[in-house]
């Protein structure tokens, strides 16, 4: 039994895996100022929770955007798990080359995304990940990861709006009746949702010329569902698709 951690700068991502399966799965708010001892606590009840014991853990795979937390969740697996976690990073196989200026600078996150992807979809692709930053990542038929395109995730924009505007309220990113919103809340909804909608498929155009013609498209992240539901240029939906990528990057390395 696997337990894969995604350290993202808004949501911790927790996956326990049996085999191929992700039998568990939970998205926890990232929290600053927790210690290593309630993180482990954290982890612990989480394993209660999907009814599975602590001997039952055979690896702990970790990906990491947030350096200051991952120290204080390394220890807690350490102390509380009793596993050494594999940390994605230089120097672990992935079997995607990553032909960015400087590889040291992609999110490790980015990096699962694409082993997932091209494990199960193939090249050339677009993942499109819908997180506190929306990242748009290129992979080449062969596999390779070249780059891509950051923007602001919606619901920073959306915090943006509030905290800059002093007349705009904070809104929950729903669908709004009409595109012309006829009240503030539905006019920001209309803003970002489909504002956003069109970003999507502008960008997934400018990657398909460069990409060509047959790219896939997969979306990702917590928003992932309800951006596809406004549009037909993503193919697949895979909100769990970091977590996979990490149990593949463990299963690379563990038989190596």
């Given at each position: ?34 210690m290593p ?6 982890l612990l ?99 390779d990861y ?111």
């Open positions: 039994m696997l337990l894969t951690i995604d350290i993202g700068n808004t949501n911790l991502t927790i996956g326990l895996f049996e085999g191929e399966t992700l039998s568990h799965h939970w998205r926890l708010a990232t929290d600053h100022a927790r001892d309630e993180y482990g606590l954290q009840g989480l394993l209660e929770h999907a009814g599975r014991e602590l001997a039952d853990l055979t690896g702990v795979c970790l990906s990491s955007v947030v350096p200051p937390l991952t120290g204080r969740v390394i220890q807690a697996c350490r102390e509380y798990l009793r596993q050494e976690p594999l940390v994605v990073d230089t120097g672990v196989k992935t079997g995607v080359r990553i032909r960015y200026e400087d590889p040291r600078a992609v999110g490790a996150d980015r990096v699962c995304d694409a082993v997932a992807v091209m494990h199960h979809y193939g090249g050339p692709a677009c993942i499109i990940d819908f997180g506190t930053a929306t990242t748009f990542n290129a992979l080449t038929r062969e596999g070249l780059g891509g395109a950051i923007t602001a995730g919606v619901n920073l924009a959306a915090e943006a709006l509030f905290t800059h505007a002093a007349k705009l309220p904070g809104i929950d990113l729903q669908r709004p009746p009409s595109v012309i919103g006829r009240n503030t809340v539905h006019a920001m909804q209309s803003g970002l949702l489909f504002g956003y909608v069109s970003m999507v498929e502008g960008m997934v155009e400018r990657f398909r010329a460069e990409l060509g013609s047959e790219m896939k498209v997969i979306a990702t992240g917590g928003l992932a569902e309800i951006i596809a539901r406004e549009t037909k240029v993503i193919h697949h939906i895979a909100p769990w698709l970091t977590l996979d990528g990490l149990r593949i990057i463990w299963e690379l390395n563990k038989s190596s």
